[in-house]
C-alpha cells in the first residue's frame, strides 16, 4: 500500500510539472510575461540624457502600441536588453540577434524568421507565422538593437 502512495505522489508531481512545462511555457501561457513587458515598457521613461530625437526614437521603439515584439508575443520568452524591453528570461536575449544567428543558425535573420531551424522556434512560428510586414518590423527592430 505504501509503494502505491508513493508512486502515485510521484507520478501528481510529474504530472502537474510536465502540465505546467507544456501549458504555460510552450504553448505560450506567459501572456503574463508579455502583459509585465508592456506595463514596465509604459511605466519607464527613456533615457532622461539623450537627446529629444534619440527620446523620440527610443520613445517609438519601446511605445506597447507600436512594438512588433509586444505584439507578437516574443517579450513573453526573449528580453531586448539594448532596447531596455523587458520580457521572459526563458529565451534568449535578442539584443545581439541581428548579428549572431546567422552565424548560429547558418541563415539570415529574414530566412530564420521564416523557417527555423530550432525546435523551440519552429513550433513557435509555425503557430503564428509571420507576415512578410510583420517579419520587416522585427528584422528592423532587431537590427536597431544590434547598433546600441
Not at 506595463?39 to 537627446?51: F, G
Request: charged fraction near 25%; aromatic fraction near 4%.
Amino acid at each position: 500500500m505504501q509503494k502505491a502512495i508513493i508512486s502515485f505522489v510521484i507520478s501528481l508531481v510529474l504530472g502537474f510539472g510536465l502540465g505546467y512545462l507544456v501549458f504555460d511555457v510552450v504553448m505560450g501561457g506567459s501572456d503574463e510575461a508579455a502583459k509585465v513587458a508592456q506595463a514596465d515598457n509604459k511605466e519607464t521613461p527613456a533615457a532622461t540624457e539623450e537627446s529629444t530625437e534619440s527620446k523620440e526614437d527610443s520613445a517609438a521603439t519601446t511605445s506597447a502600441s507600436d512594438n512588433i515584439l509586444n505584439q507578437k508575443g516574443c517579450l513573453g520568452c526573449h528580453a531586448v536588453e539594448s532596447l531596455d524591453l523587458k520580457g521572459g528570461a526563458t529565451g534568449p536575449d535578442l539584443s545581439k540577434a541581428f548579428e549572431n544567428v546567422e552565424g548560429k543558425h547558418g541563415k539570415p535573420i529574414e530566412e530564420f524568421l521564416k523557417e527555423p531551424t530550432s525546435a523551440v522556434m519552429s513550433s513557435v512560428i509555425g503557430g503564428n507565422p509571420l507576415t512578410d510586414e510583420e517579419r520587416t518590423r522585427v528584422v528592423d527592430m532587431l537590427k536597431q538593437a544590434s547598433e546600441k
